[in-house]
């Protein structure tokens, strides 16, 4: 399977597939593989707004309002490093009137109307929001979501405790009318191959009301995990949480590498993907659902392994997965840098708008 550079490890489960079962889906995954997500030949969807893509415009600027999550010095630099609640990357900053809005922002806590480089990792500008953008942020409900939290070690953990439902409070038990476990591999299988035939790339028709822009994941993951349990729930009918990887203490950076779209390295303070839980031989495993990373459904263990590169790590960056914390679908992006207060988006609108931006762009450049 075609994947990001990780420790891996084959899920047992696939041996014990039956015929039957096995040829279902990979007849299945045919007709997807012949208009694979990763396919870098594949045209955007026609429907897509018009968006200069990553290659075309590597100087190109997107703009969005967020509010200030955190703020890094730079070692030996005036610059300091910005992120922001909603997005998920992290960007130089520098000259004084800039840097001295950013933090002015954190201490307020008021939106910003940003201009940023996502492939150059810069914040461009950085002006107060509008009224329609300070009302945008205020419909963020905020929820405590510090039950969930855990300080994690990867060098340290076995696969099997991160693996384990029950241990890491994973099982979806939570949300009635839904089934808790999916009952194999194959089954997940069928279903995670029905939400890439969603993907941007692909020219479609889709099944769902926007594609997803699993070609574009340097941000846009809170949104992806949205609409990916949103499909999965109301689909089917299986449980769902959503798993949070931090990397906000000291210089740590979530440091992945995008084989899938070009090899490019991605440096992230947070991501987000469905969690799920798969009955296997050995007992239910938790598995994540992330096609911006993976052609299958991966093992927990598997999935933050991955945000450890250090071949995508800087001179001053460690790739580390600080903390982690399993929250419900409710919670959308986090609202502050402490990893266990998040905003919601219930009626969708904040997803919608973030999987028609990105629709037309690429990770790579």
Not at 227 to 242: D, L, Q, V
Not at 291 to 302: E, K, R
């Amino acid at each position: 399977m075609a994947s990001f550079t990780l420790r891996m490890k084959s899920a047992p489960v696939l041996q014990l597939l039956s015929v039957t079962a096995l040829a279902a889906v990979l007849l299945f995954s045919s007709s997807c593989g012949k208009r694979s997500c990763n396919d870098a030949a594949e045209a955007p969807a026609a429907n897509a707004p018009v968006v200069t893509t990553a290659k075309a415009g590597l100087q190109q600027t997107l703009s969005s309002v967020v509010t200030v999550a955190g703020i890094r010095p730079i070692a030996g630099s005036s610059d300091v490093e910005v992120f922001f609640n909603e997005n998920t990357q992290f960007f130089n900053a520098s000259g004084e009137a800039l840097i001295n809005r950013v933090k002015e922002a954190l201490e307020t806590g008021r939106p910003l109307k940003i201009a940023y480089n996502p492939w150059q990792e810069v914040l461009v500008s950085a002006a107060w929001a509008t009224d329609a953008g300070n009302q945008q942020a205020k419909a963020r409900t905020i929820v405590d979501g510090r039950a969930g939290m855990r300080k994690i070690d990867l060098s340290t953990m076995t696969n099997a405790q991160l693996d384990e439902p029950s241990a890491m409070g994973v099982m979806n038990t939570t949300d009635p009318g839904l089934n808790n476990v999916i009952p194999d591999f194959a089954t997940a299988q069928l279903m995670f191959d029905y939400i890439c035939r969603q993907c941007c790339a692909l020219p479609g028709p889709y099944a769902v009301d926007y594609c997803i822009p699993f070609q574009y994941c340097r941000d846009g993951c809170y949104a992806r995990a949205h609409k990916m349990c949103w499909i999965i729930n109301n689909r089917y009918k299986y449980g769902t949480k959503k798993i949070f990887s931090f990397a906000n203490a000291g210089t740590d950076k979530l440091c992945v590498q995008g084989q899938k779209w070009g090899g490019c390295c991605i440096r992230w303070w947070y991501h987000v993907a469905p969690l799920v839980t798969i009955k296997t031989p050995t007992g239910p495993k938790a598995y994540v659902f992330d096609p911006a990373m993976f052609n299958q459904p991966v093992l927990l263990s598997t999935w933050l392994h991955a945000q450890e590169n250090p071949a995508c790590a800087t001179s001053s960056t460690v790739a580390h997965v600080t903390m982690i914390n399993v929250q419900p679908n409710s919670s959308y992006t986090p609202s502050g840098s402490t990893g266990y207060v998040f905003g919601t988006d219930p009626v969708y609108s904040s997803t919608n708008t973030t999987l028609i931006n990105y629709s037309a762009l690429t990770t790579c450049p």
